[in-house]
């Protein structure tokens, strides 16, 4: 099954070689344009995901965004990005978000 996607095409739960766990192609349609924007304003192109540390920060926002406006899983953002295993993905979330509350006490 294919569905056009701005140039792109969805083949079989797929969006430029990213996998699709059970979502909806909404969600899919949302993050893959997250992805895609993102790496235009960065002026990376797909390869420069997979060069870049798991932890570059660039990435890690790009991740915070998808999972703030998106229904995709953590392994789905994690294995897009080049990001490692879904906890780790995890892991650096936490501390991002840790990162942005100030301190009370």
Request: proline fraction near 3%; charge should be positive; hydrophobic fraction near 35%.
């Amino acid at each position: 099954m294919f569905i056009a996607l701005k140039g792109r095409n969805l083949r079989s739960g797929r969006c430029q070689a990213l996998p699709v766990e059970d979502l909806d192609h909404g969600s899919l349609k949302t993050a893959c344009d997250h992805v895609h924007l993102n790496r235009q304003n960065l002026g990376w192109a797909e390869s420069e995901l997979r060069k870049r540390a798991k932890g570059y920060p660039a990435k890690i926002g790009l991740a915070w965004i998808l999972r703030q406006e998106t229904t995709m899983t953590l392994g789905w953002i994690a294995q897009a990005l080049h990001m490692g295993t879904r906890t780790y993905l995890s892991h650096l979330l936490y501390w991002q978000g840790n990162q942005k509350k100030p301190k009370q006490g």
